[in-house]
């Protein structure tokens, strides 16, 4: 494996980030360990502001942005959670901002968005349509695009759970992080790997989203995609970007059904008290379907907690 | 208010059991700040071993009856998270563990004590029936009685929150502390006191619940009670060692209405990520009902996290 040589650009996005942002913490649970046989250190992104880890990436690209020349405002388009995060980014360095989103995004991820103080413009649920709607308003008003993974300063933030886990953990054997558009992983493993920590870096993917497992097998990024899973924050494929630093610095992907997402959901409500959406889950679902991390010092990234849970809070409704 | 001197049972109590439960974090929130007005802090004992405070006394009860003479086996009765508790530290000690529980438990209850190795024995749903159940073990095998709450050693660990929030926050304001038997109100504000704190503490209870703050009111303790609220963890009366701890040592006690406690639950959920049952978060139900907190800093105990989530997840069932 190719371990270029980084300079200190996660310190220095962490260092940028650090005081706007939760110092998520690292939960164990006994029951799990003795569930799965394995030692397990849970990084809590789902804590993070705005329920995801999102923030860190944003708001270490819109301050570098800031850096180098007077913004007028940030825009982007998201159905998930990085459109809350650029709510919040807009919030603390107030700027205006915009979140393009298709018109069938979750009515409770668009008022989460809008509660930010966010504009939320709808458009047609198609990617080219989302990005033209974004290119129209850049093209008028001059905003600055923030892209949720296809973007260095995006990884370099996003590394930061990497930079705080090391910190937090010593002697981790593996660190299992959701797989998605791939800036998580990327970032978590560049860091560990150039800064020698002797740790394996696993991304996880649904069985129906495995785009990056496809990716690796045939050393060529896979376009062709049609995901089929719940975990809704999984179902976007590598960029260029992402796919090098992938096949560059990850050690191994592994998959995980659905079934077995839900079930680690579940026990992370039961046992941890943690709400979590699927696909912050996806590490302890591959914790259940692949032996080689028993006996092993693991942690698990959670990376969101974003769930609808108007069902649940309805079963409490009185007068 | 009489501040009786008293030596360091609470640093005592947590220098015994502080390595063998979790150190919980506080947690913060812009969003609930910004809503309230308040600078609110979370202690997060739903985030403890059993999802519940009740490990902290339990564990420091029965680690004192250690120290004092041999135990063959440790027996309490209870519907709720002391049950739990008390089966956890039965399998910390490996001792003998029986839980006595009414018939109309819930089965999520009932299945969590013996997941962790107690005996659970059924009995009618009355306290009188609860309590000579406990009496007939105890008179055959010897067992140790560790109750709920009326109990010095309980409260000396449930007031080892109090030791770990006062390092973990400074100069609070206040402290809202759920009130059902008084255990945990009376060892936080004994804490509070007797270590010259210059911090309120406040006891909140369900409206439809408050016989402490009748007891207070009427400076007698309330013993005819009716409760009605969905807080099932605080149900319970005060005791006379519990009364008397509260009249010496908490500053005041409010009152909150389940509507209230069921919107403040929904917002930990949604705003944090986290799980917490109704009993467990009256203290930010006490933040809306209540304007004294404005521009204060103010902790919340939340208590507990043990709640019923099958039907939320029946709504991810598929094959």
Known sequence: MNYKPMNDH??????????????????????LNEIFGVDLYFKCENLQKGGAFKIRGALNAALNKKLNHDIKGIITHSSGNHAQAIAIVGKLLNLPTIVVMPKNAPKVKMNATK????????????????????????????????????????IFGAGSVGVELHQQIKDL????????????????????????????????????????????????????????????????????RTYDKIINYVDDIVTVSDYDTIKAMQLVYERMKMVVEPSGIVG???????????????????????????????SYNFN
């Open 173 to 240: 054997d593996y660190i299992l992080v959701p797989l998605g558009g791939g800036g998580l992983l990327s970032g978590i493993a560049m860091y560990t790997k150039t800064y020698g920590k002797n740790c394996k870096v696993i991304g996880v993917e649904p069985e129906n989203a495995d785009d990056a497992l496809r990716s690796i097998r045939n050393k060529k990024r896979v376009t062709s995609h049609h995901p089929d899973t719940i975990c809704d924050g999984l179902l976007t494929t590598l960029s260029e």
């Open 115 to 154: 509660s930010y103080g966010a504009k939320v413009i709808l458009c047609k649920p198609t990617q080219k349509d989302r990005e033209n709607t974004v290119n129209d308003i850049i093209a008028k008003n001059g905003y600055e695009m923030i892209h949720p993974y296809d973007d260095d300063d995006i």
């Open 10 to 31: 996660f310190i220095k996005a962490y260092d940028r980030i650090k005081d706007q942002i939760h110092h998520t913490p690292v939960l164990t649970s006994d029951t």
């Open 284 to 314: 302890l679902a591959a914790i259940n379907q692949h032996s080689i991390f028993k006996g092993k010092k693991v942690a698990i990234v959670i990376s969101g907690g974003n769930v609808d849970m108007q069902n649940f809070f309805e």
